[in-house]
């Protein structure tokens, strides 16, 4: 179903230019939108990833003198630096738990979804 001119116009395309209606189309771009999904969440589980957040946690550590630390008392911050602290720990601890770096990952998950798509087509 193409849309008419002016929804056309409105939408910023040009009147009489091709619309992807196509199932086939629709079901191409959701095969992609569905690897880059599943890429960037299991991107986020890499040793890379975790590094990165333990570098955000020490960032995050109450510093006296040099943060504006509002009504905290020096107790409250300590408490907070140690959690900071150990948060960053537990994500260091995480990133040599994890299996695979990145590009491994990556191209490991590209093989199986491309075993999935090619079976899926097969049906």
Not at 13 to 31: F, P, R, W
């Amino acid at each position: 179903m193409a849309l008419p001119d002016n929804d056309r116009a409105r939408l910023g395309e040009k009147a009489g230019s091709n619309v992807k209606d196509t199932n086939t189309d629709i079901l191409a771009d959701v095969e992609r939108f569905t690897r880059r999904v599943i890429l960037d969440a299991l991107n986020d589980a890499t040793r890379i990833w975790w590094l990165k957040r333990a570098e955000d946690f020490e960032r995050a550590k109450p510093r006296p003198g040099d943060d504006f630390n509002g009504a905290a008392t020096i107790e409250e911050l300590r408490a907070r630096w140690q959690w900071c602290h150990d948060t960053a720990q537990a994500c260091r601890n995480k990133a040599v738990l994890v299996p695979l770096d990145a590009a491994t990952f990556q191209a490991e998950l590209e093989s199986v979804l491309d075993e999935a798509a090619a079976a899926g087509g097969a049906e």
